[in-house]
């Protein structure tokens, strides 16, 4: 158990719809990083965020978007949803800010499947 | 663009056999990763390598950074049916940069047979 929790663990919905993806990070971690994983893109970077504030961004579509809040959870909104958007959703966090070296914590993610 | 490629893609072995997977980049990177990662679960850190020529044992586990620090390696002797997984590569975005914003490879898929 990497005690980062995500919500909900499986998730169907149609095109065009919007959802909202949910994560706790580790008690006492600052950094909240959003990560998708497909077969044939592997695991991409989408955005971190550091005690609220968005810090770094990669690869995130316009259509996506995310904040963490004060109380330190993190949620990744992904709207006007397409086929191509099914995929693995991660949370992960870490401990440190953004020159951190240690580890990332992954949640056990989020599988979304638009239809 | 910091690419990783992995190889080989896919490997099925027999239990004690040993093995060998790759993490090849043209970019330089001030560190790496190996991650694995098992069904319905999130990737879990193996190792980091800081250092051109490292190094590092973990159990029947050994990484190696190469010395231009553009590439990887992962040797697992006697391999167990516990070891399948996903085995991904991961590199900062940025060189010296932040661990968590990290490029990631496709991964080896192994898998141990009794």
């Known amino acids: 158990d990497s005690g980062v929790t995500q919500t909900p663990k499986h998730l169907i919905t149609a095109t065009g719809q919007r959802v909202t993806l949910r994560c706790s990070p580790r008690?006492?971690?600052?950094?909240v990083y959003w990560y998708q994983q497909s077969l044939d893109q592997g695991l991409q970077f989408l955005i971190q965020?550091?005690?609220?504030?968005?810090?770094a961004k990669g690869n995130i579509l316009e259509r996506f978007s995310a904040q963490q809040f004060p109380d330190l959870h993190s949620e990744l909104n992904l709207s006007s949803l397409e086929l191509g958007d099914s995929a693995l959703y991660f949370c992960?966090?870490?401990?440190?800010?953004?020159?951190?070296?240690?580890?990332?914590?992954f949640g056990e993610g989020s599988r979304l499947t638009v239809l | 663009t910091q690419l990783l490629e992995q190889s080989p893609q896919f490997l099925s072995i027999q239990e004690g056999e040993n093995l060998t997977v790759y993490c090849n980049s043209s970019?330089?990177?001030?560190?790496l990763q190996w991650y694995r990662q098992e069904p319905g679960e999130g990737p879990v850190l193996l190792v980091t390598v800081v250092t051109g020529g490292e190094v590092k044992k973990l159990k029947r586990l050994t990484f190696q950074f190469g010395d231009a620090r553009k590439d990887s390696s992962l040797h697992i002797t006697a391999a167990q049916p516990g070891d399948t997984g996903l085995y991904l590569c991961?590199?900062?975005?940025?060189?010296?940069?932040?661990?968590?914003?990290?490029?990631f490879g496709k991964g080896t898929k192994l898998s141990v047979k009794p």
């Open positions: 970019s330089v990177f001030s560190s």
């Open positions: 008690s006492g971690d600052l950094s």
């Open positions: 991961a590199g900062p975005m940025n060189y010296g940069g932040s661990q968590g914003n990290l490029i």
């Open positions: 992960a966090s870490s401990g440190s800010g953004t020159w951190n070296t240690g580890e990332l914590f």
């Open positions: 965020y550091y005690n609220g504030e968005e810090r």
